[in-house]
């Protein structure tokens, strides 16, 4: 009686669920073994030479394989800076970048080129040299995760914004009656220039 020990070592032959084969009752045998056929995995017995992949000798299907194989890099120029995975703190990091000449009224940035997000990029750490110990570094406190973060935690940045924007809600507040209400000694001033 033949026993079916447990193999120990490597395997060469792919092991395929049983709903994935063509005798099974599940579904279509033709459009299973097409599917087999198309997987990157599993290769038919026709490509295998002693249970192993060879690649084929046609050129065109050579280059498609090997243009799978390579890493998606801005090239050799640019010391093969890799594309990075975009997460949604790097989008909001991003658009508040596109955004910085609103945030500070004393800087004034040249206007975005590209309404586009650049396909390679990256982004790092400032370090402050030993001179700049008590100008240009900044505290444990005001360092943050994220550019958003830190723009939040700008008390100078915060009061700027805080104004500009009671100055849009107030340009944009509907004229009616609360217009011309007694409100001290701005009311007066308006009066007058009404009547000159």
Do not use: C
């Amino acid at each position: 009686m033949v026993e079916n020990k447990p193999k120990i070592g490597l395997s060469w032959e792919p092991k395929i669920p049983t709903s994935f084969l063509p005798g099974n009752k599940s579904g279509s045998g033709i459009k299973t073994q097409s599917l087999i056929e198309k997987s990157g995995v599993y290769k038919p017995n026709s490509e295998l030479v002693d249970g192993l992949y060879v690649p084929t000798n046609n050129p065109k299907k050579l280059n498609k394989l090997l243009k799978k194989q390579i890493k998606d890099t801005s090239g050799k120029n640019w010391f093969d800076m890799p594309a990075p995975t975009m997460t949604p703190e790097l989008k909001k990091d991003l658009q508040l970048l596109k955004l910085r000449s609103v945030m500070d009224p004393k800087r004034h940035y040249k206007k975005a080129d590209s309404k586009s997000v650049p396909k390679y990029f990256q982004i790092g750490t400032v370090i402050e040299g030993a001179t700049e110990f008590y100008t240009g570094r900044l505290t444990k406190k005001e360092r943050k995760a994220s550019l958003a973060d830190e723009l939040l935690g700008d008390h100078s940045l915060g009061s700027y914004r805080k104004r500009k924007v009671r100055e849009i809600e107030e340009k944009n507040q509907p004229g009616g009656v609360a217009k011309w209400k007694i409100k001290g000694k701005e009311t007066w001033k308006r009066a007058k220039q009404r009547r000159h």
